[in-house]
């Protein structure tokens, strides 16, 4: 496929260039999309949305299917632009694009069952209806994606929002302006019967708020906290719902117990892959005095033998937004000025970050509670396990976490006392990859869910309808009902539920 730079007709005479963050090289030019571009995009999408919501279950999951089979077809093309562009390597792309893949497929299997009519118990004093309880399409769904995970994150609500009957206008991050065009020209290529379904517009900050004024259904973001409050204010001049995800700070907790070379295994790439520019990346670990010296020395081990770069062999690649390295410089600063060690790594060149593994950082360091996005993580003693769960909960940031433990109970029960929207037990990121679990946070990550029942239910509008079936001998809710119907309801009442205390 060719990419065509320009996603939507546009007469925005400003552009941005795309270029890659490994080499400088030109990824390409892209408009710079005004509010009457936006508009004009919304407007083409609320036709559109009709005509997708007519199709029904199985008019749209035909036409997802095609989707899915066009992005199978050409994973290797869109991984290699998703390699230039966001700068990851090329095996970590072509994991990015399976999981989307198979998130996709999901959502288009499940949606009929999720959301379609079904009968509801009437109750007591509506027994002569038939209750029915439908999810209905919000119209047209906003999305805001982000540039760590350019195709797997905003596809969590393309994917969604298409399988529940709605249109979708895209609005990629700036740095990765060529994997959301080519995303949307891979749709018109699959279905270019509902083309106008899925649209992209591109631009700087300005266009996503233009896309949030614009009246859309629902805007679903990602991105930092600070930006989705203003994302927040803007959509709330319309009373347009949002959904966020902003991030995370996420912990593992090591047990006693624990199978230690497993746990650091996780605990490295769960901080290291993707350069750590994984918002349910791991970044603080609290391993306990009875394994952390163990726990050190394994992860010490696995971290000396990894190292960033743009090459094939790298065991990652540069930081995909040039401002998030003075962001890990300050982390690892403060980390240091705060008494905290790196016992490898602590150094930035450039646009790479070595892989940096931090001790004896104290938990008020912005290393610890504030989202570093790099590749770093710190590692804590602790007493035990209950040190371990009150110190990973004691950010404003909850959205995914981890516990190795070697008891199933003990790990599900930490996993459960967690504050966090998700945790994976003897594994890391794992909840991410189950297309039938939500995914989302608390505090400061954010509020609603993609994924899932819930995700296909977050881009939809609950319908309920009665119907009558019969009529009552006396109708209730008359005013010509008989006086003594009252005094009959209270007794009916009270032998039916008067007996409890």
């Not at 749209?60 to 994973?75: E, S």
């Not at 994150?153 to 994997?179: C, D, H, Q, R």
């Not at 309801?489 to 409890?500: S, T």
Request: aromatic fraction near 6%.
């Amino acid at each position: 496929m060719t990419l065509v730079e320009s996603p939507v007709g546009s007469a925005a005479t400003d552009t941005f260039e795309s270029t890659s963050p490994a080499t400088g090289a030109r990824i390409g030019q892209f408009p710079v999309h005004t509010a009457e571009d936006v508009d004009a995009v919304v407007a083409r999408a609320r036709v559109a949305a009709e005509r997708w919501a007519a199709l029904g279950f199985a008019g749209r999951k035909q036409r997802l299917a095609a989707y899915r089979g066009y992005l199978a077809r050409r994973m290797h093309e869109l991984a290699d632009l998703v390699h230039r562009e966001n700068g990851k390597p090329h095996a970590d792309a072509i994991l990015e694009i399976t999981l989307a893949v198979d998130h996709l497929a999901w959502a288009a299997a499940h949606a009929r069952k999720t959301l379609g009519p079904r009968s509801v118990a009437p109750g007591l004093l509506a027994a002569n209806h038939q209750a029915t309880l439908e999810y209905q399409p919000l119209g047209v769904v906003g999305v805001i994606g982000p540039w760590n995970y350019p195709v797997f994150t905003p596809m969590g609500s393309i994917a969604y929002a298409l399988a529940a009957g709605n249109a979708v206008v895209f609005k990629p991050s700036e740095f990765t302006p060529a994997i959301g065009a080519w995303l949307a020209q891979a749709w018109s290529a699959a279905v270019p019967d509902a083309a106008d379904a899925f649209q992209v517009v591109t631009g700087l900050g300005a266009t996503g708020t233009a896309l949030c004024r614009a009246r859309v259904g629902k805007i679903a973001f990602t991105g930092s906290a600070a930006t989705g409050r203003k994302v927040m204010a803007t959509c709330a001049e319309t009373l347009t719902p949002v959904l966020m995800e902003c991030g995370g700070k996420d912990a593992m907790i090591v047990d006693d117990d624990a199978d230690v070379t497993a746990a650091a295994d996780a605990a490295v790439w769960g901080a290291m892959s993707n350069a750590g520019q994984t918002c349910i990346g791991i970044e603080r670990v609290y391993a306990t005095s009875a394994v952390y010296d163990s726990f050190v020395a394994a992860v010490t081990t696995q971290v000396q033998g990894l190292r960033p770069g743009a090459d094939d062999g790298a065991s990652y690649g540069p930081m995909t937004m040039p401002a998030q390295t003075d962001v890990v410089q300050r982390h690892l600063d403060e980390a240091a000025a705060t008494g905290g060690r790196a016992v490898v790594g602590g150094t930035v060149d450039g646009g790479y970050v070595s892989p940096t593994v931090l001790l004896d950082v104290p938990e008020s360091s912005s290393a610890v509670q504030e989202e570093t996005f790099g590749p770093t993580i710190t590692i804590t003693r602790v007493a035990d396990a209950e040190e371990a769960l009150r110190l990973a909960n004691g950010t404003s940031l909850g959205l995914g976490g981890s516990v190795f433990s070697g008891s199933a109970e003990r790990g599900m029960d930490l996993a459960r006392r967690m504050r966090s929207g998700m945790t994976s037990v003897n594994s890391v990121i794992t909840f991410a990859s189950v297309p039938a679990l939500p995914f989302g946070g608390v505090g400061e990550s954010g509020f609603g869910r993609i994924h899932g029942e819930d995700g296909l239910r977050e881009f939809t509008r609950a319908k309920a309808i009665t119907r009558q079936r019969f009529p009552l001998p006396v109708a209730l809710m008359s005013f010509g009902r008989p006086a003594s119907a009252a005094d009959a309801l209270a007794r009916v009442m009270g032998l039916v539920h008067g007996r409890h205390r």
